[in-house]
């Protein structure tokens, strides 16, 4: 699905990140820790195909990345969930249509019925016609939510998506996540919130890693 | 290629549209830009018409006339004239030919001498019309023929004349055709920046589609069809004006000059109507290479 094979990462010559080897196989559940500035969100966006490797490999559903066009990386997106830590919005439209975007920029149809499901799903339904700017820092991390979900994507990659929620409010959007990855769906969270990580440990099988000395190691066994 | 463009104008086969943010002061820009270029445009065109015309006519005109001058001693004019019409009568490709009265001759030299003149007193030429038929007539053989009949004739077939004129007018017309393309160019120009001014202010618009999986040409067709329809609308207003204020420049007549011929005949009129649809294209595709130069630095 996603694999990752001896990368490095880096920028005027440093390494940011290196010797990472990873492979997410399908219905897997990972936390993703470190320190911040670890470069947690770098990993991710090599996930994505938002950044390319320095060295090594990454293979993104059987396709090697640096051999990928644009078209494939947009076709490849079209699969993965992305939940942005600073959750991207098109300010002008309202929210039930960003949810949506995901299928109109994939020239797919919007079930209507199953639009106003998902709305409600995560509790957005009152905030429907609402415009992104009108909504509270967890509201926008849930429609965020919706929007990474809107394809039934194979992979969900969530960056920091409790950062700006409260415990109450972390934990709804925790078992959201929970219940996709029983649905399926292999998830990735990047996050340095051992106490959530704790908690979806005592709903789920979940693997652990941790960036640290710019690596990639795996921790779940002190957790 | 006609299909893309047709289909920019049907918005229930364009979802992109309404992605990119309803308007912005470029996207204004761009009609105004295409107005001014519009109408510029339909006086370039008609200029370059005009000269056109122009050109032919005084090269048709000039090219079917020609001027016999006779400078002989007032006892041997009569003769040489009579010679001239007799060479004229047998000479084949002339259609008619006269000699100029004195009345005529006093209108001739009335711009120079003023209204008074004494013709009779003055030692002028005799002048002598001819016309010829669309076949034309042997020019040389005949001045041969004059050199011979009558010496003191001399043919004037307009060529001295006519060359520089229809030259000026040749260039005339294609200064009139560059005109199009400088303008054409500037309003590509013009409106590539307007796009790109338009496609950096919604940068995050256009990482955020990426970022849900749209592809390139998904996101080039929302502004390419934005400022398509913007180009033509300007175009067509511009057009509209260029055209009204064309008609409404003084009609041509024998007094004006040329600019008095500027503007369009007949079916000459349907040619500005050609700029609006060409402004569309050129909008399109200033737009499209905008858009694929800015998308290349967004993964």
């Given at each position: ?77 079209q699969r993965i969930g992305v939940v942005h830590?600073?959750c991207?919005f098109l300010?002008?439209l309202p929210v039930a249509e960003n949810i949506a975007l995901p299928l109109t920029v994939a020239?797919r149809h919007v079930d209507i019925g199953e639009l106003k499901e998902l709305i409600s799903w995560v509790g957005l339904r009152a905030q429907s016609t609402a415009l992104p700017?009108?909504l509270?820092?967890g509201e926008r991390q849930r429609a965020a939510l919706a929007r990474a979900v809107m394809t039934s994507p194979e992979v969900i990659l969530a960056?920091?998506p ?7 409010m972390?934990?709804r959007l925790l078992s959201l996540l929970v219940e996709l990855n029983k649905m399926g769906k292999?998830v ?36 | ?207 955020t589609?990426?970022l849900v999986g ?86």
């Open positions: 699905m996603i694999e990752l094979q001896n990368v490095a990462v880096g920028y005027g010559g440093a390494d940011l990140l290196a010797e990472m080897t990873l492979k997410l196989v399908p219905g897997s559940f990972h936390f993703l820790t470190g320190p911040s500035g670890a470069g947690k969100t770098t990993f991710l966006k090599l996930c994505y195909a938002e950044l390319l490797p320095s060295t090594g490999f990454i293979g993104l559903f059987g396709q090697d990345v640096r051999l990928m066009g644009r078209d494939d990386i947009a076709r490849t997106r830590q600073d991207q300010d002008h020239g700017p009108q509270s820092g960056d920091e409790t950062g700006n929620l409260d415990w109450e972390s934990l292999t990735v969270i990047a996050t340095h919130d051992l106490n959530l990580i704790r908690q979806a440990k005592t709903q789920i099988s979940a693997r652990v890693l941790r960036i640290a000395g710019r690596r990639l190691h795996l921790a779940g066994a002190d957790l | 290629m006609i299909r893309v463009v047709l289909s920019l104008f049907r918005s229930d086969v364009n979802p992109a549209d309404r992605v990119v943010p309803p308007s912005s002061y470029t996207a204004n820009l761009t009609v105004l830009t295409a107005a001014a270029m519009a109408f510029l445009a339909v006086f370039a065109l008609a200029l370059s018409m005009a000269s056109g015309r122009l050109a032919d006519r005084w090269s048709d005109a000039l090219a079917r006339t020609a001027t016999i001058r006779i400078s002989a001693p007032p006892e041997q004019a009569d003769t040489q004239v009579q010679a001239v019409l007799e060479a004229l009568k047998t000479t084949p490709g002339i259609a008619s030919y006269r000699v100029l009265d004195d009345d005529e001759m006093k209108k001739l030299l009335n711009p120079w001498f003023g209204p008074d003149l004494p013709v009779e007193t003055l030692p002028l030429p005799k002048l002598i019309e001819l016309t010829e038929t669309s076949g034309g007539m042997d020019a040389e053989g005949l001045r041969m023929r004059l050199a011979a009949e009558a010496p003191g004739a001399v043919l004037d077939d307009h060529t001295r004349w006519r060359r520089p004129l229809v030259e000026a007018a040749g260039r005339l017309r294609l200064l009139g055709g560059l005109s199009l393309l400088l303008i054409g160019g500037a309003m590509a120009g013009m409106i590539t920046l307007a796009a790109q001014a338009s496609l950096a202010a919604n940068g995050q618009v256009i990482r589609l990426r749209a592809r390139d040409t998904f996101i080039a067709r929302a502004f390419e069809r934005r400022f398509t329809i913007r180009g033509l609308l300007g175009a067509g207003a511009g057009t509209l004006l260029g055209m009204a204020a064309v008609a409404m420049l003084p009609r041509a007549n024998e007094a004006g000059g040329f600019l008095t011929g500027l503007g369009f005949t007949g079916w000459g009129w349907l040619w500005p109507l050609v700029l609006p649809p060409l402004a569309a294209v050129v909008s399109f595709w200033a737009t499209r290479a905008a858009a694929r130069h800015m998308l290349r630095g967004i993964r």
